[in-house]
C-alpha cells in the first residue's frame, strides 16, 4: 500500500508511530469504535491514536483500516 499500512503487521507501537510519522495521529477514525481496554473500562474512540481516558493505554488505527474494530491495536501504556 502506498500509506505504508501493511508494513505493520499488527503490530501496535508499528502502527502508532506510522501514524505519527504521517501527522495523523489526531484525524478521525472512519467509524467511531467503543473499546473495551485491558483496565477494564470502555471508552469511545474517534481518533487514530488514543489513550484511554482511565489508565493511559495507548491504542491505534491505521487511516485505511479505521473503520473495522479488530484492526485497533494496543501500543502499551502512554506509549
Known amino acids: 500500500m502506498a500509506c ?9 507501537k508499528k502502527i502508532c508511530d506510522l501514524v505519527r ?5 489526531a ?4 467509524v467511531e469504535h467503543t473499546i473495551e481496554c485491558t483496565c477494564g473500562k470502555e ?3 474517534t481518533q487514530l491514536v488514543q489513550d484511554c481516558p ?3 493505554i495507548t491504542y491505534a488505527v491505521t487511516p485505511c ?3 473495522k474494530k479488530e484492526n485497533i491495536a494496543s501500543c502499551g ?3
Request: with cysteine; charged share 25%.
Open 21 to 25: 510519522s504521517k501527522g495523523f495521529e
Open 77 to 79: 501504556e502512554n506509549y
Open 43 to 45: 471508552f469511545k474512540m
Open 4 to 12: 505504508g499500512c501493511g508494513s505493520t503487521n499488527g503490530d501496535g
Open 54 to 56: 482511565h489508565c493511559g
Open 27 to 30: 484525524m478521525p477514525t472512519k
Open 65 to 67: 483500516s479505521s473503520d
